[in-house]
């Protein structure tokens, strides 16, 4: 297990370049105070033999007089380092650690479990991969474990591995186990967790650590090493949306001018084309450069030089993209802000917002609301306090070009400094959608006092009538791949063999009932909610719905489905190269895009995300309309909605 290999004898160098290209884990411990959490990274170090022998032996000595342990070895007094933690027995700041194995090279941040340290490990938990939850076996999941769950969530951490610890105060107990394994999977549905790992622990005997103990016969799983050894963190990674915030313009000479910068996404080669932001001025990749030689090919996260083959400015805090991918672009969006200060988040005061390089003025707007982390309910605040999370709208003297947090950490954080003590006070995670209200629509429920109307007429009955099941057909994609004209298409096709159908096209109902909505992130998915809301109406009507909106969200769609009825919800990803879309465009819209004109378009300057679980995809460039329609009316068939 230990990171020692017989290539340092033999082939130091061998050894050497084994080790740079071993896959490095980040992640981080968390959970309630005394947990365990510095015993557990302690006793990782010292079973994968990395601890000095003289720091061994102050460890050693430093046990009978700090440790919780008697005289025994304390592990934990690795990480908590501090006079004061020592003396108190806990963990006030972050504290980094490193080890490796023959797998994997991991770099631990050991984040403190006090409330008013919160802020502390919202800035360790900012670079993890995965998050290892403790909870003590013998309390359960505390206060303070949700609150830390929710964090971990917040930022954007997709695998959490959640070990009960002191398993053997409880008598290694299954039931103490599966009740707790119980009520964390309950309050975690809350939460965006896909990847939860539960795992029995002892982190001062080491059960379950490095090797199963033999006193959990009834847990089946891995070890906590193995796991971290072997939890898939590669395709975490963005390698679509490339990003390069310039940190620096390098101009040693008259003959070289590179923009340096580290990648937060995506991928780049020589001879791509990119995009200048703000310019949007383009040019070709002429050499990437680094500290061991030029590549041919740089990626996600790499630290690199760009040189390019035109004379384009481009300044420090510029962003280089691709021209078909761009970032939104953007002076106000929405937030979720952990507040980091003494002196109180207050709406109107101007800060320094800081993302990547590029550093900006501006002020919080609106403070929306603040989050009980606790029960993670939204209450009404007029500000916000130390270690207190808020959603916020965010407006800055100047735009920026930006995504969101969830797609890409790089482009979608940053921080707020002040002005006059420029300290830090403040770190936000930018919301996929934008500033708009009437985008938390998703989420509101119906007035209490509403009831629903119950019709004389059944659902069988309407099948019966018109010789179908009512089914929300969602043809989504780029504006110009034939959205409209396909939905139109087999509405006539569905008319012709008498079936009850018709077309719910985005630009209709812009004219009607979304008249009042733009064209931003938020507003789209507004007009998508109000277009599902009448397709659901429609389908209890009998009638088949053939939706044709750009719907570019994938959480919206997904919401959409969640109206509707996933049962009677289907997905047809029209998927047309952005090129050949901008050939079609007869309205100027991709121009418009392209000059600025038309902010957050699809395709230019607003991210598309591609449906990966569509029920059918259509290459509208190569396929004739004709044939599209028979697939379309062949997926029917399939699914029910119609006879063959």
Excluded at 1 to 19: C, G, K, R, V
Excluded at 313 to 334: A, H, K, T, W
């Amino acid at each position: 297990m230990s990171h020692q290999s017989d290539l340092i004898a033999t082939d130091i160098n061998a050894y050497l370049e084994q080790h740079e290209n071993k896959e490095l884990c980040r992640f981080l411990t968390c959970g309630s105070v005394d947990d365990g959490k510095s015993t557990l990274i302690g006793k990782l170090l010292y079973e994968t033999k990395m601890i000095y022998e003289d720091q061994l032996a102050a460890i050693q000595r430093d046990s009978a007089t700090h440790g919780t342990t008697g005289d025994d070895f304390d592990p934990a007094l690795l990480t908590d380092g501090l006079k004061a933690e020592r003396e108190q027995g806990i963990t006030i700041d972050v504290a980094y650690r490193y080890f490796s194995t023959a797998k994997r090279k991991f770099i631990i941040a050991d984040c403190p479990g006090h409330e008013q340290y919160t802020r502390n490990m919202a800035t360790g938990a900012s670079t993890c991969d995965l998050a290892i939850i403790l909870i003590d076996a013998r309390h359960g999941v505390m206060t303070q474990t949700r609150r830390h769950s929710f964090i971990v969530s917040l930022l954007g951490i997709k695998h959490v591995l959640v070990a009960v610890n002191k398993m053997d105060l409880v008598d290694f107990s299954e039931e103490v186990y599966e009740k707790i394994k119980a009520d964390y999977r309950e309050f975690a549905t809350q939460l965006d967790m896909a990847d939860q790992h539960f795992i029995p622990i002892s982190a001062l005997k080491g059960d379950n650590l490095i090797e199963r103990s033999p006193n959990t016969p009834w847990y089946e799983g891995s070890t906590l090493m193995h796991h971290l050894e072997n939890v898939h963190i590669a395709s975490d990674r963005n390698l679509v949306d490339f990003r390069l915030p310039v940190q620096y313009v390098n101009r040693p000479n008259l003959n070289f001018r590179g923009f340096c910068g580290t990648i937060p996404s995506g991928r780049i080669r020589k001879g791509d084309e990119v995009m200048a932001l703000p310019s949007r001025k383009t040019s070709r990749v002429k050499s990437i450069v680094t500290y061991d030689g030029e590549l041919e090919e740089a990626f996600a996260p790499q630290s690199i030089t760009l040189t390019l083959e035109d004379e384009i400015d481009v300044s420090r805090g510029d962003m280089l993209v691709r021209p078909d991918n761009v970032p939104q672009s953007s002076d106000s969006f929405d937030a979720t802000v952990v507040w980091m200060s003494d002196e109180p988040l207050v709406p109107g005061k101007q800060y320094w917002f800081k993302q990547g390089a590029k550093l900006v003025p501006g002020a919080v707007d609106t403070l929306r609301y603040r989050i009980d982390v606790n029960t993670l309910h939204r209450q009404e605040s007029p500000a916000l306090d130390l270690n207190e999370i808020g959603r916020c709208r965010v407006h800055l003297n100047q735009p920026i070009a930006f995504d969101g947090y969830k797609n890409n950490k790089g482009t979608g954080s940053f921080i707020i400094v002040d002005r006059i003590s420029n300290v830090t006070v403040g770190a936000g995670m930018i919301l996929d959608r934008s500033t708009a209200d009437k985008d938390d629509h998703w989420e509101q429920e119906a007035d209490s006092h509403l009831q629903a109307s119950k019709s004389a007429v059944t659902p069988d009955e309407r099948s019966a009538r018109f010789g179908q099941q009512p089914c929300t057909v969602l043809l989504t994609g780029l504006a110009g791949a034939g959205k409209t004209s396909l939905a139109y298409a087999v509405e006539r096709r569905l008319f012709d063999r008498g079936r009850a159908a018709t077309v719910l096209d985005g630009q209709n109902m812009r004219q009607g009932i979304s008249r009042d909505l733009g064209f931003t992130a938020s507003d789209r998915s507004e007009n998508l909610r109000r277009s599902s809301e009448a397709a659901k109406l429609l389908n209890d009507a009998g009638l088949i719905v053939l939706g044709a909106f750009v719907a570019p969200e994938d959480a919206a769609r997904k919401k959409a489905g969640d109206v509707v009825g996933h049962d009677r919800f289907l997905v047809v990803h029209l998927d047309a190269p952005v090129d050949v879309c901008r050939e079609r465009d007869q309205e100027g819209h991709y121009a418009a895009a392209d000059s600025g004109e038309i902010a957050n378009f699809p395709g230019v300057s607003a991210p598309y995300e591609a449906p990966a679980d569509a029920d059918l995809r259509l290459d509208t460039a190569k396929t004739p309309l004709d044939e599209c329609v028979e697939a379309v009316m062949k997926l029917l068939e399939k699914r029910g909605v119609i006879k063959g």
